[in-house]
């Protein structure tokens, strides 16, 4: 599911489909998302089985700014049910260091640290336009772009991909919670897994804000097998 991380309809409808593919697929479903990294998945782990309580898991995992408004409830939701959730992204420290130096910057992690990552050497496509549209807006950000910005970006789709993978299991579904951009047009994260698991079905959910839901234009449609059509004047939570 590709989300704008400030459209509350988003992490509504993220609620709503993960809650319905519960009560039909009772227990056979697994969650993971971009807003946990993968060395946060210890805390996430010991906080699910009950282990620790919710503020220890609060203060030290690496929670994003709109927490507790927007993915708690996922989050919530899986341990009420007994879910396994998985924090698939690399660790900010590691796409920092694609975006000085490149994949090769990488290398230099340790062992341990190579667990966090997808495995090494990354494939890489330059000409998805989910990366060359990177260089043309000038970078995530509106930084000055450079060919490492890209690279950054496809580190952490690879790495989601990965855990993904990983962490599936037959007769299960796994839901994936992320930037549209991460998803969309089948590019990004799915990209990666097409290359891992060619057979496997993969369904991308997207988002567009357009002026009128009744009567959007084409590109706001296909940037997945389903798009949520969200009016732009709905409140932004940040």
């Known amino acids: 599911i590709g989300e704008y991380h400030n459209n509350p309809i988003c992490h509504w409808m993220e609620y709503e489909i993960t809650a319905a593919l519960n009560e039909k697929k009772p227990g056979n479903v697994i969650l993971g998302a971009e807003m946990f990294e993968s060395d946060n998945q210890l805390l996430l782990d010991e906080y699910m089985a009950g282990k620790i309580k919710q503020k220890n898991f609060e203060d030290e995992a690496k929670l994003w700014n709109n ?14 049910k007994k879910l396994t959730f998985v924090a698939t992204n690399i660790p900010r420290r590691y796409a920092s260091m694609v975006s000085a130096g490149g994949f090769e910057a990488l290398d230099s992690v340790s062992a341990d640290g190579k667990k966090f990552i ?50 599936m ?22 990209w990666y897994i097409k290359k891992k698991n060619p057979a496997l079905k993969i369904i991308v959910i ?4 357009v002026d009128d839901v009744l009567n959007p234009a084409p590109e706001d449609l296909n940037k997945g097998d389903y798009t949520i059509l969200v009016p732009s004047t709905m409140t932004k939570t940040y």
Do not use: R, W
């Not at 927490?67 to 989050?75: A, G, I």
């Not at 549209?180 to 799915?190: N, P, Q, V, W």
């Not at 997207?206 to 804000?209: A, F, G, K």
């Open 118 to 167: 997808a495995p090494l050497p990354m494939a890489y496509d330059e000409n998805l336009n989910c990366y060359k549209s990177m260089m043309s807006m000038g970078g995530m950000g509106g930084s000055h772009a450079n060919a490492n910005l890209p690279k950054a970006q496809a580190s952490k789709d690879a790495a989601m991909a990965h855990f993904i993978l990983q962490n």
């Open 67 to 80: 927490y507790q408004t927007d993915y708690k409830p996922l989050v919530e939701f899986a341990k009420e």
């Open 169 to 190: 299991k037959p007769g299960h579904t796994f839901i994936h919670y992320n930037g549209s951009f991460h998803s969309d047009f089948h590019e990004g994260i799915a």
């Open 206 to 209: 997207s988002v567009s804000e």
